[in-house]
Nanobody, 112 residues
Framework: QVHIMESGGGLVQPGGSLNLSCVVS????????MAWYRQRPGKERDLLAS????GAAHSVEGRFTVSRDTAKNTIHLDMTNLKPEDTAVYFC?????????WGQGTLLIVSS
């Protein structure tokens, strides 16, 4: 069983920045795709950014950047210029052929 643990959420003021981390219990290069999603209150879970095993990372939101540290089996999500509408639970996902794993999520609240 693969375990995924997100961390770094909290309360941030509008305009602030934050870095989220996702630690995976298995070599992240075993997965063809790692990604960050978020789920806003009352909304569906949406893809934010992804980083494939091979190829370039991609972010749907220009203020957010995904990166990885293969030595620590960790991916990060750097977020800047945070807005109240960024308030959500942020989830990490690891996907490979026949396998798909999620973490429990980390809550970010953007409020003054």
């Amino acid at each position: 069983q693969v375990h995924i643990m997100e961390s770094g959420g909290g309360l941030v003021q509008p305009g602030g920045s934050l870095n989220l981390s996702c630690v995976v219990s298995e070599n992240i290069l075993n997965f063809y795709h790692m990604a960050w999603y978020r789920q806003r209150p009352g909304k569906e879970r949406d893809l934010l950014a992804s980083i494939p095993r091979i190829g370039a990372a991609h972010s749907v939101e220009g203020r957010f950047t995904v990166s990885r540290d293969t030595a620590k089996n960790t991916i990060h999500l750097d977020m800047t210029n945070l807005k109240p509408e960024d308030t959500a639970v942020y989830f990490c996902n690891a996907e490979d052929v026949g396998r798909n794993y999620w973490g429990q999520g980390t809550l970010l609240i953007v409020s003054s």
